[in-house]
């Protein structure tokens, strides 16, 4: 197989190529240049590719009759491995669109036309797991390290068959490849807030890839949004990645001289996903530029101007229209294309001895495997999320100290209808105060995490479930500390009666609702597109919550009609098991008004809040079944809802 090489000719940036050389790789092993895991070169050809959307409403109104929207027209081309390819055109041409549908990241639209790997069908089941994607959009946990944010994909992507320590070693190649050995221990960080810079999380992007042992990797403007240097630094990082033999494709938008001459080929589309130029750029853009002055018509490069500032210029619709010509025929009828097309009909034929990609599961590890790795990587988000857990702590400690003042040694008075009212009232108020609270507090945490799980899911790092699992058992020890604390100020505080089942019913009650309405929150999240929009839907049932809960209005009073609202509303089942867990079997008499002679608590319990002293068992079975309940439509709708539309 024969694939481009850099040559030592380096420009002022450190940037570095000669596309006219070449060098035989033997056997289709690949260069290694310091890498410990070897890989299989493997090229990507294309051959008129097509993609369509439903027409846009906005269109239809404006007579446009077609129920389809073009936007990639009979796109043709090839990537081939240790060749460095620009995706270039002006904004809406569709270099992201055929990027994302050649990688397989289109969510919705219809695909037309042949995409082959080496030869072979392109099949996104497999092609996941030798490709790489870095998007643009610089997505990472901000709570993990440069070094475990690189283990993590590392420990998840690469077969299980390679061992450890050489997982290990190969990162550590990758950081120096990527030349981020120096800030492996740094915090990734919110963008633009805390952390790395917008250039480092660029190559920590592309580190991420990378550990994949990667053998296609796709790169959506990488420089976007960069000074010069950083540009520069983010480019030798993206050319030392092509000069271990990888194919490497990038979309640029309006690169410096010195990021154009970084790259070894070009295929440029024009607005409606229609090739103009697709080949090599020669040394100092000589190729493409004579391409170009070729066509009558078209001005001469003056001397020092950018050569893609020009191309873009002199191919613009302007130009078409002046010149009366389309530069998609012209390329159709050039040599260049007809080079093209007989190089793709050689790629699209396999090597002899060659076989097709096939890896015996979807995921490279296990499910258990990808539930510890995930579970890791939570454990340390979570860790290092002070504002997070540490304002929910704060809270619960603050509730759980005004709520103990204020109902100071109440739990030993039960002399009259009133301090039974006020005491239950006063539990009821609490459990919906702190658990309100850590569901809001959970949706933020679970956003941020989605976008990041977008991606990993994208990439075929994990299933679902390893993922979802892992996020729901990280929160349980901190829910756990919560209420421990919680319980035993309050407890005391309150003076309820000191015996083992009660106290332990108590806690046991306290937790489970507090756990379950962080759940809660985490499922709001999962059904919506954003945090704000989960706020105001969980937001919405509160009211509910509280009015159904069976302390304002007892059950008994309930309206036939409203009944079945009460039996599935989970802040019910927690009074009942507070209410019930203290006074259910409490015998002490009470004085209540139009009743005589004098109740005793146990009776007040049964009859006025309808609630039977011997069906804890059950109230606990259903508390634990609505925690699992919101854990379970959390994972699902995760799994059956993607609000990150491509």
């Known amino acids: 197989m024969e694939i481009q090489r850099m040559s030592s000719r380096s420009n002022a940036n450190g940037l570095s190529r000669n596309p006219d050389s070449t060098l035989e790789v033997p056997n289709g092993v690949a260069p290694k240049r ?3 895991l070897p890989f299989t070169p493997l090229a990507m050809s294309f051959d008129s590719v097509n993609y369509f959307v439903d ?3 906005e269109m239809k109104e404006e007579g446009v009759k077609e129920d389809r929207l073009q936007l990639l027209c009979e796109v043709t081309g090839a990537f081939r491995p240790g060749v460095l390819t620009a995706l270039m055109g002006v904004s809406g041409a569709g270099k992201t669109t055929l990027m994302d549908v050649l990688a397989g990241r289109k969510t919705g639209g ?4 042949d995409i082959r790997i080496s030869g072979f069908p392109k099949k996104q089941e497999t092609f996941a ?5 870095c998007e643009q959009n610089d997505i990472h946990s901000p709570q993990v390290t440069v070094k475990e944010s690189l283990i993590y994909s590392a420990f998840l992507r690469l077969p299980k068959e390679v061992s450890n320590e050489e997982k290990m070693t190969f990162l550590e190649e990758v950081m120096a490849l990527v030349e981020l050995d120096n800030l492996k221990d740094a915090l990734v960080g919110i963008p633009g807030i805390t952390g790395l810079s917008t250039e480092q999380r660029k190559r920590l992007t592309i580190a991420v890839e990378l550990v994949a042992n990667p053998s296609i990797i796709f790169m959506d403007e990488p420089t976007s949004g960069l000074d010069a240097r950083a540009a520069a630094i983010v480019m030798r990082a993206v050319r030392n990645t092509v000069d271990t033999g990888r194919t490497v494709v990038c979309t640029i938008h309006q690169p410096s001289i ?3 001459e970084a790259f070894d080929e070009l295929l440029l589309v024009k607005r409606g996903g229609q090739v103009i130029y697709s080949g090599p750029l020669g040394r100092n853009s000589h190729k493409i530029i004579k391409y170009f002055e070729a066509v009558p018509g078209v001005p001469k490069i003056k001397e020092r101007y950018n050569p893609a500032t020009w191309m873009l210029e002199v191919s613009s619709v302007a130009t078409e229209f002046r010149l009366g010509i389309d530069f998609a025929q012209h390329f159709k009828s050039s040599f260049l294309h007809q080079r093209n097309k007989a190089l793709i009909k050689e790629l699209s034929t396999p090597p002899p001895g060659a076989k097709d990609l096939y890896f015996r599961t979807k995921y490279s590890q296990s499910t258990w495997e990808q539930f510890k790795s995930c579970l890791w990587k939570q454990w340390w988000t979570y860790w290092r999320s002070p504002d997070y857990n540490l304002v929910r702590f704060f809270f619960t400690l603050v509730a759980a100290l005004l709520l103990g003042s204020m109902f100071w040694k109440i739990g030993t008075k039960r ?9 239950i009232g006063a539990m009821n108020s609490a459990v919906l ?10 949706q933020p945490m679970v956003a941020i995490e989605r976008t990041v799980f977008y991606r990993e899911r994208a990439a075929g790092m994990y299933s679902v479930l390893p993922y979802a699992l892992a996020q729901v058992i990280v929160e349980i020890p901190y829910v756990f500390v919560q209420t421990a ?3 035993l100020i309050v407890y005391a505080m309150v003076s309820f009666q000191w015996t083992a089942a009660k106290f332990f019913w108590f806690f046991f009650v306290s937790f489970f609702t507090f756990l379950y309405f962080t759940y809660y929150g985490m499922m709001t999240v999962s059904i919506t597109p954003n945090h704000q929009i989960a706020a105001i839907v969980a937001s919405t049932f509160y009211s509910f919550f509280n009015l159904f809960s069976g302390f304002f209005i007892p059950r008994p009073k309930i309206p036939k009609w409203w009944i079945w609202y009460y039996w599935i509303c989970p802040v019910s089942w927690t009074v009942y098991g507070l209410i019930v867990s203290q006074y259910g079997d409490v015998e002490d008499t009470i004085k209540a008004p139009g009743i005589s002679p004098d109740p005793s608590v146990k009776w007040y319990v049964e009859n006025h809040f309808g609630y039977d002293p011997n069906f804890m068992g059950s109230v606990a079975g259903v508390l634990v079944g609505f925690t699992v309940f919101f854990a379970f439509m959390f994972a699902f709708c995760l799994r059956a809802l993607n609000f990150q539309i491509r």
């Open 34 to 36: 310091g890498m410990v």
């Open 55 to 57: 027409m846009p409403p």
């Open 110 to 113: 219809h695909i037309e036309g």
């Open 129 to 133: 797991r030798i490709s790489g994607y």
């Open 258 to 260: 010195d990021i154009f």
């Open 415 to 423: 002399e009259s209808i009133a301090d039974l009212t006020m005491i």
């Open 433 to 442: 105060f702190i658990g309100v609270n850590n569901c809001s507090t959970v």
């Open 485 to 487: 604390y919680y319980v």
